[in-house]
């Protein structure tokens, strides 16, 4: 504890009820879910979760350090029972349906979840995974938004202790405050920019949405408005945030500066408090319906995700409709209900300590090594747990013109008979399997230029405008002029899905045209069918049934795109698809073996098969040495 001596230098914010922080939580969890179930897109809900969070964590600990009474373990043992006793029951009800129901390849990503999620680590395990939050849900962890509640868990630890720091050290709170919103926020942009995926799951990035919060909860009080601005100031920041998820494009700049945009119209609703006004939004936020349902919330975000997820296995599909949309969120109420009813308020009211809590995860991570998954087995197909190609015995080095690229040598005997270029995404890394048998017979020296989700082009194709590939590219494009190769092996079309979406970027023919003026030649091969689901998790439920894979005509035209095309006389073009598919259907099983091991890549157990097919097609396009 603090002596009374010790003073926080701002003075302690006021302890006033405010009844409409839980409609506002209400509709930041509502917005989540909904977003989630319909509109496979980011709201901006978790954003507000922090701010609160931080609002009135830090009205909280300034008010314990103001009456010189901080007491550490009696805080963290309310927030302990704040956290843990539902996120429990939920990891082990995920433990449990996760072993009858999900796929068996699923079952390690699982288990290794929800441990990180019982330690509040998910967050890093989702970043050290490079999880892509944006993924089809089907295809995605069961217990991945346990993300935010381990950010959350973390900001609990640390927060006291900075504020326990800084009123013994007799420094300005607000002051070090604004400095940590300033360095997180920096941060948050500056890492959102060089790798989005990371920054989203980071912990660093996110704190200066904390200490927004706790900056507001030593201001609030000084600002003095009328009824009729609050009454404006409290709408627009609801409305604004309601709409967030619709306007921001989140999937490729969040969290960075457009977190501003939820956590800013939060703020706004809570300088607005209470107007007075029969018209204000914090009428509607402090109705008895939305405090209620706020008190919901922590249960509701909770159950939502491994609730959705499972109905998108189970289903085999990869949308949700409105009947079975409304029947997930009703489900995930109903679960919300009881676990608040009879889980969270019986421990609240409880005289259980943050000890014998913790305790609660023993028999939780116990049985994570014990329970095994009785759900859908491996049918009669080769389902490898881990199938994608690699260049085995190969040696790396950094481009001289980008330390982004790496060029990547495989092993050869002496002089090789031939140097090849394979250069592209993940898709020209798959045919790393065909090739390795070829260059071994040949004395083909393979080299691979690869990086995810940046096909070979004077664009960035995946992520338009995307500056890391852009560079990238250039500079493979530098390397393979420098290295002047037999011939490059690249794509000659992407985005293979239903609907006849394949195209040949003008980006593709540019970079052909490039290499055409240097003299070297290029195999472009036509790509592969993308689903929008897992091939594998399909056929491990359903077995190798035509749903799990789509028929031909729905995916690939008779002509391919390029063939319409001027393109240079230095590109010849392969095209496998009478391979992978046969004349009416793309099958998830050829033979006995799965051609998909995900949504998009081919196996490489299913390449290595096609090893002589390639490279019959490639002496038919170059000399056959």
Request: with cysteine; glycine share 8%.
């Amino acid at each position: 504890m603090l002596g009374s001596d010790h003073k926080t230098a701002v003075r302690a914010p006021d302890r006033t009820y405010r009844p409409e922080l839980q409609g506002l939580r209400a509709v930041a969890a509502l917005l989540v879910v909904v977003y989630h179930v319909w509109l496979g897109r980011v709201s901006g809900g978790v954003d507000v979760f922090f701010l609160i969070s931080g609002f009135l964590v830090t009205g909280q600990l300034v008010r314990a350090t103001g009456r010189g009474r901080l007491d550490l373990r009696a805080l963290w043992s309310r927030m302990a029972k704040r956290l843990l006793p539902a996120a429990v029951v939920v990891l082990g009800a995920v433990l449990v349906a996760g072993a009858v129901l999900l796929p068996e390849n699923r079952w390690p990503q699982t288990v290794r979840e929800v441990i990180a999620s019982a330690l509040f680590l998910e967050n890093w395990q989702l970043a050290s995974d490079s999880t892509d939050y944006y993924a089809q849900h089907d295809q995605a962890s069961v217990v991945q938004h346990f993300w935010s509640l381990s950010i959350q868990g973390q900001f609990y630890l640390i927060w006291p202790l900075l504020v326990l720091v800084v009123t013994l050290l007799r420094r300005s709170l607000f002051r070090v405050l604004a400095v940590v919103f300033a360095l997180s926020l920096g941060y948050s942009v500056w890492l959102t920019a060089v790798d989005q995926p990371l920054a989203y799951f980071h912990t660093a990035t996110r704190i200066w949405e904390f200490a927004f919060g706790g900056l507001l909860a030593l201001a609030v009080s000084r600002i003095d408005l009328s009824s009729p601005l609050r009454t404006i100031l409290g709408w627009a920041g609801l409305l604004g945030l309601v709409i967030c998820g619709i306007v921001l494009d989140v999937g490729a700049g969040f969290p960075g500066y457009l977190a501003l945009w939820p956590t800013t119209c939060a703020a706004a609703v809570i300088v607005a408090g209470t107007t007075g006004s029969r018209v204000g939004a914090d009428r509607l936020l402090a109705a008895p319906p939305l405090r209620y349902l706020g008190d919901l919330s922590y249960a509701l975000y909770l159950w939502h995700w491994p609730v959705l997820v499972g109905w998108l296995v189970l289903s085999g599909r990869d949308e949700v409709g409105l009947e079975d949309g409304l029947a997930i969120i009703g489900a995930s109420l109903v679960l919300a209900a009881v676990t608040h009813h009879l889980v969270e308020e019986p421990v609240r009211r409880s005289r259980f300590r943050a000890r014998t809590l913790t305790a609660l995860l023993v028999p939780l991570l116990v049985a994570t090594t014990v329970l095994q998954p009785t759900g859908p087995r491996e049918v009669a197909a080769q389902i490898p747990a881990a199938d994608f190609a690699a260049l085995d015995g190969q040696h790396c080095a950094k481009s001289v013109h980008n330390q982004e690229l790496d060029i990547c040598y495989g092993p050869v005997e002496g002089t090789p008979a031939k140097r090849v270029v394979l250069v592209g995404d993940s898709h020209i890394q798959q045919y790393l399997a065909a090739f390795a048998p070829i260059a071994e017979r040949r004395n083909w020296q393979l080299i691979a230029m690869l990086k995810g989700a940046c096909p070979f082009s004077t664009r960035s194709e995946k992520v338009p405008g995307d500056q890391s590939c852009l560079r990238w590219n250039e500079s493979a494009a530098t390397e393979i002029i420098g290295l002047r190769p037999d011939f490059v092996f690249t794509l000659a079309s992407r985005n293979v899905q239903v609907g006849l979406t394949e195209e040949t970027p003008p980006g593709f023919v540019e970079r052909w045209r490039q290499l055409d003026a240097e003299q070297i030649p290029v195999v472009a091969v036509r790509d592969n069918p993308r689903y929008s689901f897992s091939v594998l998790d399909c056929v491990q439920v359903h077995g190798p049934a035509a749903r799990c894979g789509a028929p031909r005509a729905d995916l690939l035209a008779p002509v391919p795109p390029y063939a319409r095309l001027d393109v240079p006389a230095n590109v010849s073009f392969l095209d496998f698809s009478d391979h992978l598919c046969t004349e009416d259907q793309c099958p998830p099983v050829v033979g006995d073996l799965l051609v998909n091991f995900d949504d998009n890549h081919v196996s490489a157990t299913f390449m290595r098969s096609l090893s002589a097919v390639v490279e019959e097609g490639l002496d038919t396009v170059t000399d056959n040495s």
